[in-house]
């Protein structure tokens, strides 16, 4: 009883030459469940009342019981005078090919490995991996991921005889490691970075808590109002490895300011952030405190906002200068450095 698999052979014919002379050639034709397949040209050196393998068939896809007849013609190229002789059927019952399988072929390290499938009757089992270590008589057993392994199954129906060894590699991969760490560079900005990654960096996903979302090892947020965000960094691989981080951060800022550059040859760009409404005017004074210029002087809306102060613009030659940042009644003064004359 040949197995049922993806591909496995037939002897169909066993030709006997029941004539008087040596037979070298026949044609034979054969048909599978009522349908006929290309015939076959056997050739040989058969003497009278002698027996020979004449055709093995490739078959694939089949199960159950099953229908082969099988008839020659033309031997030696005449017809033939005993066509009673010609024909043969033969009843081929095809059992289930043994199979085992991993439900899984990368999984994370530690993780419980289910192999195989359910048990058939009158069916034996034996499991043995490489390296060695691991070893089971019963049709699906469990393991834990250690290392890259191996797994070979036995799988013998007593019945029929029928027996295959399967095999399956399963990688093991490492746990991701997912630590936050948080720098701030100004008011509502953060840095925020993943410690030392295992995994690629698109897979390291960052929530901020305010409905925007990123991805990477390190990178900046800006917030755009106080209170309370979790941040959440999260890595998910399709071998089902994950882990998560999280922390709350509080952002509580009034405004933020930001001067780049700084030194500056010509121009530098004044950046600023508001939560509520207020009265801004920012201006630039000397070393003796007299004011060269002011570049904003309005009563704003919240948001973020961006000026610049033009050194060719005022004439202003190279020298410590400060821009004084008035909020309503509250006043922040920044140096900024002017490398090179402009004019």
């Given at each position: 009883m040949p197995a049922a698999g993806p591909l496995y052979t037939v002897i169909l014919t066993h030709p006997k030459n029941y004539g008087t002379k040596i037979l070298t050639s026949a044609t034979i034709n054969y048909k599978i469940n009522g349908v006929l397949q290309s015939p076959y040209l056997w050739t040989g050196n058969l003497s009278p009342d002698?027996?020979?393998?004449?055709?093995?068939?490739?078959?694939?896809g089949l199960s159950g019981n099953n229908s082969v007849i099988a008839w020659t013609s033309n031997p030696n190229g005449f017809n033939d005078s005993f066509p009673q002789n010609d024909t043969g059927v033969i009843q081929i019952h095809i059992i289930p090919y043994p199979f085992g399988k991993a439900y899984y072929d990368t999984v994370c390290i530690g993780t419980i490995i289910k192999l195989g499938s359910s048990p058939k009757g009158g069916h034996t089992y034996s499991w043995f991996s490489k390296p060695p270590g691991f070893s089971s008589n019963i049709s699906n057993p469990m393991d834990t991921a250690k290392f890259n392994e191996t797994y070979f199954q036995?799988?013998?129906?007593i019945s029929s005889g029928c027996g295959i060894l399967d095999s399956f590699k399963i990688t093991v991969v490492p746990d991701p490691f997912v630590k936050i760490q948080i720098d701030s560079s100004r008011a509502f900005e953060r840095v925020f970075t993943a410690i030392t990654p295992n995994y690629p960096e698109?897979?390291?996903?960052?929530?901020?808590?305010?409905?925007d979302s990123?991805?990477?090892f390190s990178l900046k947020h800006i917030f755009k109002n106080n209170g309370n965000y979790k941040i959440i960094l999260s890595v998910s691989s399709p071998d089902a490895c994950?882990?998560?981080?999280?922390i709350t951060i509080n952002i509580n800022e009034y405004f933020s300011l930001n001067i780049f550059p700084n030194p500056f040859l010509q121009k530098t760009d004044i950046k600023y952030t508001i939560i509520s409404p207020a009265h801004v005017k920012i201006s630039i004074s000397d070393e003796l405190g007299q004011q060269i210029c002011a570049v904003a002087d309005n009563l704003l809306l919240p948001g973020e906002y961006d000026t610049y102060f033009d050194a060719a613009k005022w004439k202003t030659r190279p020298a410590v200068y400060f821009v004084i940042f008035q909020i309503d009644d509250r006043v922040i003064v920044k140096k900024i450095v002017q490398l090179e004359s402009v004019y």
């Amino acid at each position: 009883m040949p197995a049922a698999g993806p591909l496995y052979t037939v002897i169909l014919t066993h030709p006997k030459n029941y004539g008087t002379k040596i037979l070298t050639s026949a044609t034979i034709n054969y048909k599978i469940n009522g349908v006929l397949q290309s015939p076959y040209l056997w050739t040989g050196n058969l003497s009278p009342d002698s027996t020979a393998n004449a055709l093995d068939v490739n078959i694939s896809g089949l199960s159950g019981n099953n229908s082969v007849i099988a008839w020659t013609s033309n031997p030696n190229g005449f017809n033939d005078s005993f066509p009673q002789n010609d024909t043969g059927v033969i009843q081929i019952h095809i059992i289930p090919y043994p199979f085992g399988k991993a439900y899984y072929d990368t999984v994370c390290i530690g993780t419980i490995i289910k192999l195989g499938s359910s048990p058939k009757g009158g069916h034996t089992y034996s499991w043995f991996s490489k390296p060695p270590g691991f070893s089971s008589n019963i049709s699906n057993p469990m393991d834990t991921a250690k290392f890259n392994e191996t797994y070979f199954q036995k799988d013998y129906s007593i019945s029929s005889g029928c027996g295959i060894l399967d095999s399956f590699k399963i990688t093991v991969v490492p746990d991701p490691f997912v630590k936050i760490q948080i720098d701030s560079s100004r008011a509502f900005e953060r840095v925020f970075t993943a410690i030392t990654p295992n995994y690629p960096e698109y897979m390291y996903k960052w929530r901020f808590g305010d409905s925007d979302s990123a991805s990477g090892f390190s990178l900046k947020h800006i917030f755009k109002n106080n209170g309370n965000y979790k941040i959440i960094l999260s890595v998910s691989s399709p071998d089902a490895c994950a882990e998560t981080d999280s922390i709350t951060i509080n952002i509580n800022e009034y405004f933020s300011l930001n001067i780049f550059p700084n030194p500056f040859l010509q121009k530098t760009d004044i950046k600023y952030t508001i939560i509520s409404p207020a009265h801004v005017k920012i201006s630039i004074s000397d070393e003796l405190g007299q004011q060269i210029c002011a570049v904003a002087d309005n009563l704003l809306l919240p948001g973020e906002y961006d000026t610049y102060f033009d050194a060719a613009k005022w004439k202003t030659r190279p020298a410590v200068y400060f821009v004084i940042f008035q909020i309503d009644d509250r006043v922040i003064v920044k140096k900024i450095v002017q490398l090179e004359s402009v004019y």
